[in-house]
């Protein structure tokens, strides 16, 4: 799918190293639009379009001590820039702990990057069992990108089991049921990228899912052995 | 094994519903001491013995949101108390939210129960790879309670694999890589108490770990499934 890539003015304080674009058809008509695939999520589950624009674009740090987890919620593509250009900005990398440096580094990807993995995410909304029906527009844009809607298809990235829609009303001590999570940790990309529990993702932690399955098929068969 | 069981003067600024008491063996020459088992570990790795103290006798809370998560670091025995005795200690209970109070009281321990566990928390850190050799006293009775001590027995509760004593030592975003993990989260008795990596704990959350294997076994068989 060709995309439109018009530029659209940003209302951002950071300056983008690569400007916001239309990601419409090419050839739409209408105006340009920045996040036109989200546009229906917006206006009926406006969370979770929220959400996605968040999660897709944002690093996330440890909200519980900021001043040991280093700053919050930078745009990722603001980290690819380096340390001297980040100055201005208010990041100042040098007074941060090399490991929060690493992570934070870890999190950058391209503009384009963070558009695809919105995309994806989306996309991936509407396959849930129990999510709001596409509209006919999106549900085609989303279809070329990624394949049929088919409800019920999305599953936890972790543990793949089926991922209701409805989880995205459900906290626990105000932290969302469904968390965004990466098979690579340190990968941003659409294939790398879909919902999964928050325990899920918890437990998987900075590993990566093989990583992951490794780690938990060694925990069975060592109580196997011992039980 | 008979314990002094003598009172001993609390500086406890909350009123024991049990009086503090002697665990040194009965009839036993010098001075009273409760954690007299810790004397050893007290000297020689004074962190890791507060650290038994505080988890043993402790409820943990979520220091990361103290309003939300409720009061941090009460004494379990003082869970057990019914709300309107708490009040005047400066918890009220009513005021937190109902999941809140309830993780309150699941930490809830006898004073004795709290004793036992850090018995059986100091005699797992001389049972570590690399841990200090305890004192012929303490040795002989601690392994009176639980069997004689082996270096390299003691296995994380969780992922039964090889704890060393030297992760005490280490930490990650000021974290310890050791925990004091549960079997089961609502039971503080040293049949049922543990070190834990503290990714394993993570991981483990609020389930058994019962409940946790079946969970893990789970996961894997979707994985294969479908891979």
């Known amino acids: 799918m060709e995309f439109c890539q018009r530029k659209i003015t940003s209302r951002s304080k950071y300056p983008p190293p690569n400007s916001h674009r239309c990601f419409r058809i090419r050839g739409h008509s209408g105006r340009c639009n920045e996040y036109w695939f989200l546009k229906h999520l917006k206006s009926v589950e406006p969370r979770v379009a929220k959400k996605i624009i968040r999660d897709s674009r944002m690093t996330t740090g440890a909200p519980w001590n900021s001043a040991d987890a280093g700053p919050n919620r930078i745009r990722r593509w603001v980290m690819l820039l380096p340390d001297q250009d980040l100055l201005p900005l208010g990041i100042d990398m040098a007074s941060l702990r090399p490991g929060v440096r690493q992570k934070l580094r870890e999190k950058a990807a391209t503009y384009e990057q963070c558009i695809s993995v919105a995309q994806k995410l989306t996309y991936s909304v509407y396959c849930m069992k129990g999510a709001p029906t596409a509209t006919v527009e999106i549900e085609s844009y989303l279809a ?18 089926t991922l209701d829609f409805s989880l995205f009303s459900e906290a626990r001590r105000g932290k969302a049921a469904i968390e965004t999570a990466h098979g690579n940790p340190r990968n941003h990309e659409p ?37």
């Open 144 to 161: 070329a990108l990624f394949g049929s809607i088919r409800q019920g298809s999305t599953k936890c990235l972790i543990c793949r089991d």
């Open 191 to 227: 294939d790398n990228v879909g919902f999964a529990h928050r325990d899920c993702n918890i437990a998987q932690g900075p590993k990566t899912l093989d990583e992951f399955y490794d780690w938990i098929a060694g925990i069975l068969s060592r109580v196997e052995r011992t039980s």
